[in-house]
């Protein structure tokens, strides 16, 4: 009784060994994994912020400014002015939509000839 | 286990043979068991002994190992336990209040060299000046064969000039990363911005510091990672900003003035939309200060905050104002301005003679001097100081730049009679634009103090009264009247109903005897829309000359308000203001949905 009681701790120590083993093994691996994915967010990050200085740097007012003057024949964009504000009953309404012809008329210049003739 | 009997029955009768005490053998056997008993027993304690010896040498030993790793090895986060974002370790941005970018970083290198690493020094000096024309190839080699281990080749270098280096191959050339703080908009908002430089440099990184305006300010702000990369929001519109510098600076060509600066505030909030002084520089390559000479003829001298000037006669609207407040006159008293006025050895004169009498609208419609120092002189020195303080005219700006505080106002010590009257017309009291905008802001928003400020607000928050709301709208319609009929005709823009006051003031010489002949101090402060007042703009223009007429003209009426009215024509639809129109015929019914 008590050898198989001593076989059985023995047993569980080597099983919860290789246990934490493993575990030690998986927490490594992801906190490997953890760096690098930090790794990714920080050059995310840093390209993120070159791209964004950019785009600022290609908008900034007096490039933009300039490039509407270089476009002015192609864009006619002018500074935003006062009479640039309109009212509401300055802009027309929607055309109404053409319907589908559903009902066609066959014109051809003989008939056309043929009822000039009639009259 | 056999034990040997005690007494061993052939040599007990051996013994009783020869009539020997058998008890003898007996005892030398007994003593011998036990001997080897005692033998046992000690090698068994000698064995725990060293068991246990070995157990606490291995005990202490890890212990000591552990610790010795401990204190020998570079400390590391624990990187297991760290939630949320990693931390973001660079300055953050700062932003305008539309969120339109106006510093970020930009990721670079530095170029450092290990001369003793060099093996040809001559070559690498050589390659260097080439890719660097600012660097003097004789200067580098005796840098580079001096015994000199380290020395800084460039602070920032480009992507480009990094690989021109790295194909020199010189071993003893080499790069750290290095952070850059970048202004994309070029000079735009410099000023404010301020700019950024190094501070403790290492070949890993580099502290970038703040060294003027918000960037140093906010220091401590945009280096805290607890903000996790969290922006600075500025109240400043960068379109707005980018069209009134554009319209300032040709307004200052066209007027010949030396210098300029706009203040546009919102009237409610006292946040700063624009903010310009004339002339600026890049922030990215901020020039030095000057080091000789007149601090405000450099472009880093802020105009708007630091130029503490007399403003002149855009002071008359606070003297009426007090008078209304405190029912000493109405809008139509009529008051003596029977000219010259002298107090003492003093006189004051107006621009020309406006007759025996004009209604206080009047007095500000054609801007009396005569007529406003009498007011004042009612007012009384006491009062008036007091009022001027409620407005913030005797204290700094508590604008958030590092150069607010030296934005200081400078007025008389003994604040006498003669000083009432001359400060009521603008004379004498010496206050910065911002501080005019501020003062502008608080009386005409309805009466409520405003603090000036460069960050975006959500709330409003009402400050402490200044005037009534009946006093604040009839300074409104004053200042309307002095552009419908009055001094400042040019700053009229149809539909934003602008009201304003101009100011011409001599410029005090600078060894403080007397003033400047033919030098002047010209300044336009307006509110638009006069009956809906949304925003206050200060125009200010140094030394301005209009020289389209046969002599030159400098009162402000010529040259800063329509300067002020081009501002505005191009400000306010940016700001989403719409133009009010006066319909001819009122617009029927309006179809909203077919």
């Keep these: 009784m008590r050898g198989l009681f001593f076989v059985l701790t023995a047993l569980a120590v080597i099983g919860l060994a290789f246990w934490a083993y493993q575990e030690n093994y998986k927490t490594q691996t992801a906190i490997s994994e953890v760096r690098s994915l930090y790794d990714e967010i920080g050059a995310a990050h840093e390209r993120l912020g070159m791209l964004r200085g950019e785009w600022a740097y290609l908008n900034r007012p007096d490039r933009l400014a300039d490039l509407a003057d270089l476009n002015f024949d192609r864009l006619g964009l002018l500074p935003l002015m006062p009479e640039a504000f309109g009212a509401v009953d300055q802009i027309i309404y929607p055309l109404p939509p053409i319907r589908p012809i559903t009902n066609p008329i066959e014109l051809s210049f003989e008939q056309l000839s043929q009822q000039e003739n009639d009259l | ?594």
Excluded: C
């Design chain 2, 1 to 594: 286990m056999s034990r040997a009997p005690l007494r061993p029955l052939a040599r007990i009768l051996k013994a009783r043979a020869s009539g020997e005490n058998p008890d003898v053998i007996e005892a030398a056997n007994r003593a011998r068991r036990h001997e080897a008993m005692a033998d046992n027993q000690r090698q068994r304690a000698e064995g725990r002994l060293l068991v246990l010896g070995l157990a606490f040498f291995l005990a202490f030993g890890l212990i000591g190992l552990r610790m010795g790793v401990l204190a020998a090895s570079i400390p590391e986060e624990p990187r297991a336990s760290a939630v949320g974002s990693p931390i973001i370790g660079q300055r953050s941005d700062i932003v305008d209040r539309n969120g339109r970018i106006l510093a970020t970083n930009l990721q670079t290198y530095s170029l450092y060299a290990h001369p003793r690493n060099m093996v040809d020094p001559a070559n690498a000096a050589k390659g260097l000046a080439e890719i660097f024309p600012e660097l003097k190839e004789e200067e580098l080699l005796a840098q580079f064969q001096s015994d000199r281990r380290f020395l800084w080749v460039r602070r920032q270098i480009s992507p480009e000039q990094m690989q021109a280096v790295h194909d020199i191959g010189s071993p003893g050339l080499l790069f750290g990363p290095r952070e850059m703080r970048l202004y994309p908009n070029g000079p735009i908002a410099a000023h404010i911005l301020g700019g950024a430089s190094y501070g403790r440099e290492g070949v890993a990184s580099a502290e970038v510091i703040g060294v003027a305006g918000v960037e140093r300010e906010f220091d401590s702000f945009l280096r805290d990672p607890a903000n996790e990369g969290a922006p600075l929001e500025l109240s400043l519109d960068l379109t707005v900003q980018a069209a009134a510098e554009q319209v300032l600076e040709g307004g200052m060509a066209l007027m010949n003035a030396k210098g300029a600066a706009s203040v546009l505030m919102d009237i409610r909030t006292g946040e700063i939309i624009s903010m310009v002084s004339l002339p600026d520089f890049d922030p990215n390559n901020r020039p030095r200060v000057l080091t000789t000479g007149d601090q405000s003829d450099s472009p880093l001298f802020n105009r708007a905050v630091q130029g503490v000037y007399e403003l002149g006669s855009v002071f008359k609207i606070f003297a009426i104002s007090q008078a209304m407040e405190l029912g000493l006159v109405e809008a139509d008293t009529l008051i003596d301005t029977k000219g010259p006025l002298s107090w003492g050895r003093f006189r004051i004169r107006d621009f020309s003679n406006y007759g025996p009498e004009l209604s206080t609208t009047d007095v500000i419609v054609k801007s009396s001097n005569i007529g406003t120092a009498r007011i004042a002189m009612q007012i009384g020195a006491e009062r008036q100081r007091e009022f001027l303080d409620s407005l913030g005219f005797l204290a700094p700006t508590p604008l958030e730049l590092a150069e607010a505080p030296t934005g200081r106002p400078l007025w008389p010590d003994n604040w006498s009679e003669i000083s009432t009257m001359t400060i009521s017309y603008g004379h004498g009291l010496s206050s910065s634009p911002v501080h005019l905008a501020a003062g502008y802001a608080s009386l005409l928003n309805g009466g409520t103090r405003v603090e000036p400020t460069l960050l975006r607000q959500t709330t409003v928050e009402q400050g402490p009264r200044v005037v009534s709301e009946e006093v604040s709208a009839l300074a409104r319609d004053m200042l309307r009247q002095v552009v419908v009929r009055g001094t400042a005709s040019f700053g009229e823009v149809p539909g934003y109903a602008v009201g304003g006051k101009t100011g011409t003031a001599d410029k005090p010489r600078l060894d403080g005897g007397g003033y400047y002949e033919g030098k002047v101090i010209s300044t336009f402060a307006s509110v638009f829309p006069a009956n809906d007042p949304k925003y206050v703009l200060i125009v200010t223009l140094d030394e301005p000359s209009e020289n389209s007429g046969s002599e030159p003209r400098r009162t402000a009426g010529w040259t800063a308000v329509p300067v002020a009215a081009e501002m505005i024509r191009r400000m306010a639809p940016l700001l989403g203001l719409r133009p009010q129109v006066d319909l001819a015929e009122p617009v029927g019914v309006t179809l909203t949905s077919n």
